[in-house]
Every structure is written in C-alpha cells, then in structure tokens.
C-alpha cells in the first residue's frame, strides 16, 4: 500500500514550493509608520522600539526619499507634539503651521506620489493623554468628532491623501467624511481604525510620542480583546459612514477577527502590527532567542494570510531590505 495523494511532492525543492506558494510579501504591502518630532537633524531612537526613530523634518525629507527608493510607497504620521502645546481639546492639532501640517509639506515637496496618510486622534495633542476631550473624567465623544473632522480637513489641506482616524468615537467617519465633501476635499480618502482594541501591545508607541493616558485607560472607546462579532459591527458601520479601507489593530493577537472582516467586507483591509508586536521581536532576537529575520517574515506572511491587502509595520524597511 502508498499514499494515493503525496502532498510532501510539492515541497521536495524551493523551486516547486515557489510554484505553489499562495501568499507572497511584497514592498507595495507596506505601510510605513513615521514618527516626527520638533528640531534639526534629530534622529532619536525609541528605547522601547530598538532601530526606530523619531526624525526631524529634515531627516524626514531623508527617510522618505529612502523608502520611495526601496519601492515603499505609503507612510502613516505621527507626531510628538511639544508639552507645552498640549491641551483638552487639541488647539494645536487645527494649527495650519503645526508640526503634522509642516511634515506633510515636507513630504509632498521631496517625493510628490508618496502616498501621505495621516493619524487622526487627540491623543498627542492632549494634556490628558486620551484620544478624545475630557469632561469629569469622561471622554465625551459628539464634540470630539467635531474636532476630528476639522483636524481631518487641515491634514487634508496641507496635502494628506488619506485620513486615519484611530480614535474609536461613535460617528466619527460620517462626521470626518461630510465635513470633506463639505470643503470640497472629495479626493481625500478615508482609513478608519475601525476594529481597534484596548491592547497592551501599544506601550512602546505611547514612550515614542509621550502619550500615554494621564488617568483610567482607553476602554471606554477602544474595544474589548474578549469580542469577536462586535469587530464586524464596528467596520460595517465605519463602511456605511463612508470609510474608504478598514483596519485592524493589533496584528497577530488578531489575525481570527482579520479573516472574518476580509470575508465579510468589499473594500480594502489593512493590518497594524503594532508597537508592542515589533518590541518583543526585537527583544528575543537580541537575547539570541529567536532568528529575528525568519520571524519577522512568518509574521507578516501570517498577516497577509489572514487577509491584509495593506500592512502598517515598523518592520517594513527590514523586510524589504531582506526581499533585495
Ligand atoms: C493613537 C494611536 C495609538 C496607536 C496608533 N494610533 C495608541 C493608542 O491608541 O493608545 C498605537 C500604534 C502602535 O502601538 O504601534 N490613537
């Protein structure tokens, strides 16, 4: 007796695994995460995300000129905003001249078809570290819509292409997306954080931008780890509100939820590996514990698996070096 079907026969050698293989990693996955801060020629490394920085507007120029280089096409800001610049309601977001405005800019002008998509929360303009305005202690949810759709319309104005709302306020697409057609800015897209938990994996983001909640924590409005059908509740109705393409985040913790919204859903869906994911890589390969190469290409193999059309990695720049 044999087997009648030998599946081992198309793994005997890397050229027919090649043949076979159904998920490849490619450069034009990417979506690359940038911190920006204030200053000249800074280029400051995030102790909790070894090998990332946070670039001055010249290093910016810099980086983004190397990335359009290496065939990466798409970045996603964020920026450390000044303490003394912060407040409850984000003043400093709606600045025409503030550092995000000034970042797009500088991106535009150096690498005009990099594709410039903006984070869009309070959170690091705001003296209490939340994602929304603080009323006693509770982060009221209408009037800070208000506040996003106008920080929407200013990222949009200094040349965003897309808008990243990461706030998780009820509401908020509709009111970003009407306040756009309302300016005219009908062009300018929409990534919602439409599945976005109250995660511990994002500690390391919140050292690179000086962000983390003064009081209590994110889980009135980001979701709770434990829920799977109220993931597909929150992306269909950022859909019917007017998202463009949807996001998860985190990533592998996530990958379940990744794969329903995919066969749930007709338009893009885009995957963070977040912060906390690429620190604990980081740390087991620098304990020898782990090849960091070889696990950083079977995660994000894992992620494009589960249905990522986009993936927002701080790994980016390491894959595609590894891919040349
Ligand atoms: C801000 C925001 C966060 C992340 C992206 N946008 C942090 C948070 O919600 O506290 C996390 C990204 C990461 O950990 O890499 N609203």
Known sequence: MYPLRRNRRLRTNESIRT????????????????????GKGVKEEIP???NYFRLSLDNLEKEVKELWYMGLGAVLLFVKVPVNLKDNKGTEALNPDGLMQRAIKTIKNACPD????????????????????VEDGQIINDETTEVLAEMSISHALAGADFVAPSDMMDGRILTIREAL????????????????????????????????????????YQMDPANRFEAIKETEMDIDEGADIVMIKPGLCYLDIVREIKNAVDVP????????????????AERGWLDHDA???EQLLAIK????????????????KLMS
């Open 19 to 38: 043949l076979v293989r159904e998920n490849i990693i490619t450069p034009s996955d990417f979506l690359v995460p940038l911190f920006v801060v204030e």
């Open 48 to 50: 909790s995300m070894p």
């Open 114 to 133: 990099m594709l410039v998509m903006t984070d869009v929360a309070l959170d690091p303009y705001s003296s209490y570290g939340h994602d929304g305005i």
């Open 181 to 220: 057609e309302e300016e005219g800015l009908f062009n300018t897209g929409i990534m919602s954080y439409s599945a976005k938990y109250a995660s511990a994996f994002y500690g390391p983001f919140r050292d690179a931008l000086d962000s983390a909640p003064g009081f209590g924590d994110k889980k009135t």
């Open 269 to 284: 869906v885009a995957v963070y590996q977040v912060s906390g994911e690429y620190a604990m890589v980081k740390a087991a």
């Open 295 to 297: 696990v950083m290409m």
């Open 305 to 320: 698996r589960a249905g990522a059309n986009i993936i927002a990695s701080y790994f980016a720049k390491d894959a595609v």
